[in-house]
């Protein structure tokens, strides 16, 4: 079965340019977080959805961040303007509505500001 | 607020010994589930044991299993026999039964293993 897949894997670009990173959850999973991951600060919950609908965005640094679930199966997590700041891992997970399930990671996108 | 504490920066161990790595937490809930995450070089998160806070077993999978102590909101891991593939980061991690279904992750440990 297909896990979840994020991309780019990569993506290096200038400050001041827009970044889009994408996620396809995996197929059935109700509920589909975006996770930062940063020597200083470690892994952190940016936001989620459940049944394509954010429920939490506390953790989105500020206005330079968005994200959009348009259907089930795919997400997207934008930052316009970028800042050199903003260079982490970030990680798509997955997972289904019963309440003792697992949250499935992909394989995340190392971005970098420059 | 939940938090999760791993005070082991890094550990070592020799091939084929047993090695434990130490979490701790704090929540008032009385509900919750347990999770240890292995984060190998290629930067996966892999799913490595779960606990469940109702469930006073310890849970095990294979080589790996767990020291779940409760009243002193501690969740150790144990791998025996342990093997070159298992050098990693290790993450703890907390969630609440029912609502907000973010994890909540500690700082991680670095595992490293001595041929």
């Avoid at chain 1, 979840?4 to 894997?9: D, E, K, L, M, T």
């Avoid at chain 1, 997400?75 to 982490?88: C, H, M, V």
């Avoid at chain 2, 890094?10 to 084929?16: K, T, Y």
């Avoid at chain 2, 767990?66 to 026999?81: M, R, T």
């Amino acid at each position: 079965d297909a896990g979840v897949i994020q991309s780019p894997r990569h993506e290096v670009t200038e400050m001041g340019q827009e970044v889009t990173l994408r996620c396809k959850p995996i197929s059935g999973h109700d509920y589909l977080f975006w996770y930062r991951q940063t020597m200083m600060r470690g892994l952190e919950l940016l936001i989620y959805f459940n049944n394509n609908v954010p429920i939490d965005d506390s953790g989105m640094p500020e206005d330079r961040f968005s994200a959009k679930m348009p259907n089930a199966s795919f997400s997207t997590l934008k930052i316009q303007p970028s800042e050199p700041r903003d260079s982490a891992v970030y990680f798509c997970a997955s997972s289904l509505q019963l309440y003792n399930q697992p949250q499935h990671f992909g394989d995340g996108t190392r971005l970098s500001i420059l | 607020a939940q938090t999760v504490t791993q005070s082991q920066p890094e550990m070592s161990v020799q091939e084929a010994e047993t090695v434990t790595l130490s979490c701790t937490y704090d929540t008032s809930e009385s509900d919750y589930y347990l999770f240890w995450y292995k984060q190998p070089p290629s930067r996966q998160m892999i799913l490595v044991i779960r606990q469940e806070a109702y469930k006073q077993q310890n849970a095990t999978e294979n080589r790996f299993s767990v020291n779940f102590q409760k009243a002193a909101k501690s969740f150790s891991l144990k791998i025996s026999d342990s093997q070159l593939g298992d050098a990693a980061m290790y993450f703890c991690a907390y969630r609440v039964s029912q609502g907000a279904q973010k994890l909540v992750f500690g700082q991680g440990t670095r595992l490293t293993i001595n041929p």
